[in-house]
């Protein structure tokens, strides 16, 4: 896979989570058995605004030629993606979400593998 391919496949899908998270929070909370509060649906939007940055950096940078720039977007991503596992794994071991849960712990964990791929075994990218 190209990095370009990863980076397009990121943006489209954290995109549509993102506009997803601000635009219906409760409906993007309840599939993963968050309980619902004006907290949880505040903060459902907050995460969604992370969700496009997310996207918005893979979309802008999916031509990046300069090798120093492509290094530091694929770090960021990569810690981004460890973060969220960790994040993932906790809130779904801990009950606030329910067993779909798991679902977002493994879409974190392919794109840090992804990224991670490019980072430590491929850092010719391309």
């Known amino acids: 896979m190209k990095l370009k ?3 397009v496949i990121t943006a489209l899908f954290f995109l549509i989570n ?6 219906a929070p409760a409906t993007q909370l309840l599939l993963y058995g ?15 605004l992370g969700s496009i940055v997310i996207g918005l950096l893979a979309w802008f940078a999916r031509n990046v030629a300069y090798y120093e720039a492509q290094r530091a977007i694929i770090l960021t991503l990569l810690i981004y993606y460890v973060i969220g596992v960790v994040i993932s794994v906790l809130g779904t071991i ?8 798991w679902s977002l712990v493994l879409i974190y964990l392919l794109f840090a593998i992804g990224y991670a791929y490019f980072l430590f075994w491929r850092p010719g990218y391309s």
């Open 18 to 23: 993102g506009i997803l998270a601000l635009l």
């Open 94 to 101: 801990s009950g606030v979400m329910s067993a779909m849960g």
């Open 34 to 48: 968050v309980t619902l509060g004006q907290g949880e649906k505040y903060m459902g939007q907050w995460a969604g």
């Open 5 to 7: 391919n990863l980076l």
